[in-house]
């Protein structure tokens, strides 16, 4: 799976609706302090279903809705899509017969919250799904923050066994199995 395209409403300092496409090769994206750089990849984090507040920067998740700036009231929501080109068959096998795979994740300044795979909406376990074993995802190796490499380096042999197994492509294997022998 590549990443294609993020659109970005209500999200931190995005107050209006913007649309930022990912062709294929690298992209940079630069900027002065402080314009957003950053709020761009926590974006794209939070839509692919990060849980934890740390690691978006914020003290709760409501930090993540746009809250005001001279001359702009706060907002209510914030949404965030993702759209995917599902090229490499490391989808889960519901979803293969899409070219392109869009999650979507809305919160409301009430708490409540919602998941979309391609408009349809799913459960937050849907969204962990597609990306286990692809090596992207909020919880995998593909994000790395400032920081964060130290974190890898200084991994435990438990924690850096997951990122193996997940660049092996068995995590979601063994998910299954631990859920099976849950049962
Ligand atoms: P640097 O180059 O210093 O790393 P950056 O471009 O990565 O900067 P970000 O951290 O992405 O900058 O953006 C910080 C800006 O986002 C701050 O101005 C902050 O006020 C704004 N911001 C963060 N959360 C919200 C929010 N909920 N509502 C409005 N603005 C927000
Ligand atoms: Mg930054």
Redesign the pocket.
Known sequence: MRLKKLEITGF??F?EKSGINFPPGISAIV??????????V?ALRWAMGEQSVKQL??KSME???????NGKP?LNMAEVSVTMANDNGTSPAELRDFTEIMLTRRLYRSGESAYFINKQPCRLKDIHNIFLGSGMGAKSYAVIQQGNIGAITDAGPEERRFFIEEAAGITRYKNRKKETLAK
């Open positions: 931190k300092s107050c900027g002065p302090n402080g314009c957003g750089k950053s709020n761009i926590d920067r914020g930090d993540i809705i746009f809250a005001g700036t706060p």
